[in-house]
C-alpha cells in the first residue's frame, strides 16, 4: 500500500487541501454541539390566514402540473376557491358507487394538499344525478376516500350537486381555528 508520504509534495498539498475542503464543508452542513434551531416566533392565526391566498394559488400550479394534458379541470373561482372538475365518466361508472382510478389520483392529489395547507377544507359536489341517492352514496364514498387518506373529516363538506362532474371546491377555512 503507498502512503502519502511517499507521494509527491504536490499530491500531498492537494489531499490536505481537498481534506481542509471537506471539513469546511461538513462545519457549514451541521450546527455547533449546543446550537438550537433558530427561534422564531411561530406564525400567529392571523399571519397565517394572511398567507393563505397565496398557498391556495400554490396549490393551484401545483395541481395543474399533475393534471395537465387530462380533463381534469382545475380553476380558481373568486381568488379565494379553488375549483377542481372531475368529469363524471372518469369519477364513477354509470349507476355506480366505485370510486374509478381517475377520480382516485385527483383525489390522492386534494388529500396531500389539504394535509400540507391546515386553512384548506374541502366541499364536495357529486355529479347532478337523477337519484339523489346515489348522489349522496357518491358523496360518503368521497368522504371515506379522503378520511382513508389522512383528511380530518370535519374539513369536508358537502355541496349541492350542479353538473356532469364530480367538483371539489378547496377553500380557505374562514369559521376560524383551523385544525
Known amino acids: ?11 500531498r498539498a492537494g489531499a490536505a487541501g481537498l481534506c481542509a475542503a471537506l471539513a469546511l464543508l461538513a462545519g457549514c452542513a451541521t450546527r455547533p454541539r449546543g446550537a438550537s434551531e433558530p427561534a422564531g416566533p411561530p406564525a400567529s392565526e392571523a399571519d397565517r390566514r ?6 391556495l394559488m400554490a396549490e393551484q400550479q401545483w395541481l ?10 382545475i380553476s380558481n373561482d373568486r381568488g379565494d376557491q379553488l375549483r377542481v372538475d372531475v ?14 382510478p381517475p377520480l382516485a389520483a385527483v383525489l390522492d392529489r386534494v388529500a396531500e394538499s389539504l394535509r400540507r395547507r391546515e386553512l384548506l377544507v374541502v366541499a364536495v359536489a357529486p355529479p347532478a ?17 379522503l ?17 356532469a362532474a364530480l367538483r371539489l371546491r378547496l ?4 369559521t ?3 385544525t
Open 64 to 73: 395543474q402540473q399533475w393534471f395537465s394534458g387530462t380533463p381534469v379541470a
Open 87 to 100: 368529469p363524471a365518466k372518469f369519477a364513477f361508472d354509470p349507476g355506480q358507487v366505485g370510486i374509478k
Open 147 to 163: 378520511t382513508s387518506r389522512g383528511v380530518e373529516a370535519s374539513r369536508i363538506s358537502a355541496s349541492t350537486a350542479d353538473g
Open 50 to 55: 394572511a398567507a393563505a391566498p397565496a398557498a
Open 176 to 178: 376560524g381555528g383551523g
Open 171 to 174: 377553500q380557505i377555512n374562514t
Open 1 to 11: 500500500m503507498t502512503h502519502l508520504k511517499h507521494r509527491h509534495p504536490t499530491a
Open 129 to 145: 344525478e337523477a337519484e339523489a341517492a346515489l348522489g349522496r352514496r357518491r358523496l360518503e364514498a368521497v368522504t371515506r376516500y
